[in-house]
């Protein structure tokens, strides 16, 4: 079935840095999904990447789909407390019918 | 605009009995997912269902665990003499239209299995 590997799995930045989590296949991918899930919460979609090279911004976040679809990244600008939790990629397709998601980046901000 | 629903939030079984947990879907929505998470871990999908039938169970175990989705009501997961491994986060999921549509998440329910 589809994977994804999804790093790094936890990231400590200090407040108003930067963070980045990549989310990569092996295999060609249709779109791709990202979601947030804030500790003892449940994921919230964030965004939809469809086509090859896509980039789409929301405020500090931005996110890039790669040119050949296997890969895409979620950058947060200058990160602040409400950014903490845990960013999951997750794809359709590849066999099953629900969501296949990668394992998730942690986030966690130091004061 | 209610959002997805699950019930109860929170379940705690002894090891041997059942686990009952529903999910209603946001209104207008006709598919269903069910994801099982594990401390420290992704979603696993478990299960696709549309009403009354089961699209794709291909994630779920193939024993003591069942879902439907009946015509009227909630869909509900349920799960057989459950054992301490079950213990995990099981999130619902629905979606208006087809499985490639945005998949909105319930709260989860948390399930503790003594």
């Known amino acids: 079935g589809q994977q994804v590997m999804q790093i790094p799995q936890y990231q400590h930045v200090q407040e108003g840095e930067d963070f980045t989590t990549y989310c990569n296949s092996s295999?060609?991918?249709?779109?791709i999904q990202w979601y947030k899930q804030r500790p003892g919460g449940h994921p919230v979609f964030l965004i939809q990447?469809?086509?090859?090279?896509e980039v789409k911004k929301q405020k500090r976040l931005t996110f890039q789909f790669g040119e050949a679809k296997k890969n895409s990244s979620l950058h947060i600008t200058a990160t602040q407390t409400t950014d903490v939790g845990t960013y999951f990629c997750?794809?359709?397709?590849?066999?099953?019918?629900?969501?296949?998601f990668g394992k998730g980046t942690h986030l966690i901000i130091q004061p | 605009n209610a959002g997805v629903m699950q019930n109860p939030r929170h379940l705690v079984r002894r090891r041997g009995q059942e686990a009952r947990l529903r999910c209603s879907p946001m209104?207008?929505?006709?598919?269903v997912y069910w994801y099982r998470q594990l401390p420290e871990e992704g979603l696993k999908f478990m299960v696709y269902?549309?009403?009354?039938?089961?699209?794709?169970e291909s994630g779920m175990p193939k024993e003591r665990f069942s879902a439907e989705f009946p015509k009227e009501g909630p869909s509900i997961l349920r799960i057989q003499q459950v054992v301490r491994g079950d213990s995990a986060a099981y999130f619902c999921?629905?979606?208006?239209?087809?499985?490639?549509?945005?998949?909105?998440f319930g709260p989860g329910t948390r399930l503790t299995v003594l």
């Open positions: 990447l469809v086509k090859s090279g």
């Open positions: 295999t060609t991918l249709s779109n």
């Open positions: 209104k207008g929505h006709s598919h």
């Open positions: 269902l549309q009403k009354e039938n089961i699209i794709d």
């Open positions: 997750a794809v359709s397709g590849g066999g099953a019918d629900g969501l296949t």
């Open positions: 999921a629905s979606s208006p239209r087809t499985r490639t549509d945005t998949q909105y």
